[in-house]
């Protein structure tokens, strides 16, 4: 037991040590099973995967086997003997043995192109390097057995060399996959039979991409069409045998990454797949991919090195490729510049793509073209469309060039691209108008799948040839075949695709007034079109899942407009005023489903632009403004959001006036930043004010004075007064319901709140029924899934909890948070809370073990949505340090608390309220471990900051002066 297992076996058994590295692991269980499957030889194959069973002692196996064995085979590729410092050991040790080489003790066995090197170099080899199975195997067994035998005569009479091939062996289902076959997770589209040149640039790509033991990144940069795609889509066929997974991610629109590594958590078979959370299944892909080797990602047309970033495995061992045209990528690893073709590999590619065309018009074809490869292949297509050689292609080039010269454009690769396409899209306007439009409005949208949806939704009211045949099913679908026969669009089911640099020249084909014509005409559909309320209703979310980058791709032009032509009227009826809107509708999507860096970066472009287009204290400037700071509330970046609700708060005093509603609303924003903060004075003195204002302007029954009420309400029970959180919320409420309708929103949020007041002072009888008859309500009017109603249930349930109805409150929330899974996903906010709350009654029924388990869960998925330093994962921190304590995991807690601590002190200063808190929670940990003099300093320093900062009546006071007065002595 434990020992090494015996070299050999049967006498007549002769004995091989395969030796290799990490990255060659599948060809040496593929050329190990071989030598066994080969009765012939006789011999028993010694691999490291099979043999070194748990409990081994793996390096007296390793001396054992290598002194005992008859012959090593060294799976040599560039990754063997270099890179493994124990391979080399392995067959040098056997080489011992045999310096002379008369024994044929070491065979190498190429897998991969390579240069032996040292004393590999002068040995005789077995090459494996791109033969099919069939020919891999023979080849393998027959330089084996001459090896073995000294001599490479065959043991049968060799074919007659007329006759046709032998068939292949039979092969058993057990035996490994051979490692010239595909990975079984792999999506990249067929290799290009054509691919031509690029050596150079491949093998320094492996080189770049081979260190073993960690992740590597290599981006290839270069200008669009040069070629970036075929090389990455080559360097994946041609290195596929060292992966087990190798995954195509179109980059180009980072929002939709997580959608792309989600089909890959599904083609792995991740159990978050099953969610249909995206977000939730590529940060599980993440953190699975970061736990196993043998892996390949590839971004292709990546725009941003640090978005790209966020989804690249931290550990692991896997090779990560990125295509990009953008600079900066540095950061990750080497950029390699790829340029275009040179003259020869141009007419090599020509000349075999065209049967009519010779050298030297394909030379010609070449210097018209610029060498650009996805310029030549277009030609090569039309070329083969209409049977023509490239003389003639080149007669209707010149003429097609000379009217682009007349326009004043430098000729050049772009422009030269441009005249490419262009011959095709003169055919397609000659024949169908409305395809025309539908391609000239394709290329103002992102280089994405377009849903065909977009053109034929019945709020869809395009103007000119389209609106003809867009409710015409027959028509359209031809209009849509016309685009995809000349290769100018791809057709995919129930999406078309435009290469980024066919929409760049077609845009620039249009003149001015086409352009103009054609865009505004987008943003007024796209207007109509895309669905509002956006934040509260997540039955629209998959709409905008599948329309946001195309959204954003008509509506960046119009905020990037230096000089706007502003349209008669008021800005939200133009062009301009469509740009906003859609672009705060795609803002509200990603903070909706919690994309808070991909939202901040939305409105701070909209904010940019408005800035520019209507100056600094334009109300349209002041609402982005808003808008943005909302998002950095969102984001945690809760000081960012102050300096600009201050800012607005300011301007609007001076642009309206301090009554003006809108400064009332700003100053409102403002005040509930400053509750996130914690500054819970400053929040109240605000809103007292904002009431004030309100009251004199509007009137007690004006909606907006009693949402302020509300919201002063809420800012007492930040500030745990719920007694004058109720004091205020029972007259609103009477007042509310003899000014509005029964079931207005607002009645519902107020008696809501007014239930968790109830709560706050111990009378939950009352508040589990007013949560009871809110909840009926809102399912009546809301629905039983709608995000408001969730909340009502995520009360009544810790209404349960607070009576003492432990059951009837884990019911509750478990049946709570399946459904926020299957509407809101795994990691939307609701969600996660409702997970926390699951944790909480876990401890209260003493299943202390469960708390843990789904608080660790709930810190680890907020820790890589929001960031380990997110005020919302630093109270899950805090809740799990709680749950460890319970648990009697002493260290855990001590060790959880010390970190929020320190994380607080960092985020909000020595004199934040949570800081105290958290000082607090950590005090208590100590003594619950039994370390009690560490416990009675702690609460000593605790109490006279607090004396100091809150006065000796402050309730955080009395509670830190009882915990001291609970300390027993040491």
Known sequence: MGGVNAVGGASHQSSVFVSYTAADRKWAEWIAWAIEADEALETR??????????????????????????????????????????????????????????????????????????????????????????????????????????????????????????????????????????????????????????EGLLDRLHKELSTVGRVTVAAVRGLGGVGKTETAVEYCHRQSSAFDVVWWIDAEDPTAIPGQLAELGAALGLPEATAGDPLNTAAAVKATLGRRDRWLLVFDNAEDPYLIENWVPSSGTGQVLVTTRRSGFRSLGTVLEIAVWDRAESITFLVDRCPHTDMGSADRLAHELGDLPLGLEQAAAYMDTEDIGADRYLTLWESASTRLLGKGRVRGHAHTVATVWQLSVERIASVNPAALQLFRTCSLLAAQPIPLELFTAADAEWAGALSEIVQNPVEFNDAVGALASYSLVAREIDTVRLHRLVAATTRE??????????????????????????????????????????????????????????????????????????????GAYLFAVGQSAESIWVSQQILTSSEKKLGNSDRITLGARNNLASAYQAAGRVAD??????????????????????????????????????????????????????????????????????????????????????????????????????????????????????????RPAESIEMFQEVLEDKIRVLGREHPDTFNTRNNLAHAYKAAGLFPEAAEMFRLLLADQLRVLGDEHPQTLMARNNLAGVYQDEGKWNDAVVLLEQVVDEQSRLLGEHHPHTLVFQSNLGGAYQRARRFDDAIRTFEYVLSARQGLLGERHPKVFQARRNLAVAYQAAGRVDVATTLFQQILFDCERNFGILHPLTRRVREDLAGVPDV
């Open 45 to 198: 194959a010694y691999l490291q995967d099979w043999d070194s069973v748990p409990g081994t002692a793996w390096v007296e196996w390793v001396d054992q086997v290598v002194r005992e064995c008859d012959q090593l085979v060294a799976v040599c590729s560039p990754s063997y003997p270099g890179s493994s410092a124990v391979g080399t050991a392995e067959w040098q040790a056997v080489w011992a043995r045999d310096p002379s080489g008369s024994d044929r003790r070491v065979v190498p066995v190429v897998v991969q192109p390579c240069d032996l090197k040292g004393l590999l170099a002068g040995r005789s080899w077995i090459n494996l390097a791109g033969l099919d199975v069939e020919e891999a195997r023979t080849q393998l067994v027959d330089g084996l057995r001459a090896a073995r035998d000294g001599r490479a005569k065959p043991h049968s009479e060799p074919a007659y060399p007329g006759t046709g091939a032998a068939t292949g062996r039979s092969i058993g289902v057990e035996q490994p996959d051979f490692p010239g076959a595909l990975p079984g997770v792999f999506n990249v589209r067929r290799a290009n039979p054509r691919f031509t040149g690029r």
């Open 509 to 586: 084909k249009l003149d001015s007034a086409d352009l103009r014509r054609v865009h505004d005409d987008l943003l007024q559909v796209l207007r109509r079109i895309a669905p509002q309320q956006v934040r509260s209703n997540p039955n629209v979310w998959h709409w905008w899942r599948l329309f946001l980058p195309h959204v954003l791709a008509a509506v960046m032009p119009v905020l990037a407009e230096e000089n706007p032509d502003r349209d008669s009227g008021p800005v939200m009826n133009s062009r301009v005023g469509a740009g906003f809107h859609l672009g705060n509708l795609a």
């Open 641 to 762: 959001a102050i300096q600009l609700l201050e800012q607005v708060s300011t301007e609007t005093v001076q642009l309206l006036g301090a009554d003006d509603p809108g400064t009332l609303t700003a100053r409102n924003n403002l005040a509930a930043a400053y509750q996130s903060a914690g500054w819970i004075a400053d929040s109240v003195r605000l809103l007292e004010q904002v009431l004030e204002s309100r009251r004199r302007v509007l009137g007690d029954l004006h909606p907006e004075t009693l949402r302020t009420s509300n919201n002063l309400a809420h800012a007492y029970m930040e500030a745990n007064q719920p007694r004058k959180t109720i004091a205020i919320l029972e007259p609103i409420l009477s007042m509310a319901r003899n000014a509005l309708p029964r079931d207005h929103p607002d009645i519902l949020i107020y008696r809501d709140n007014l239930a968790a007041a109830y709560l706050a002072i111990k």
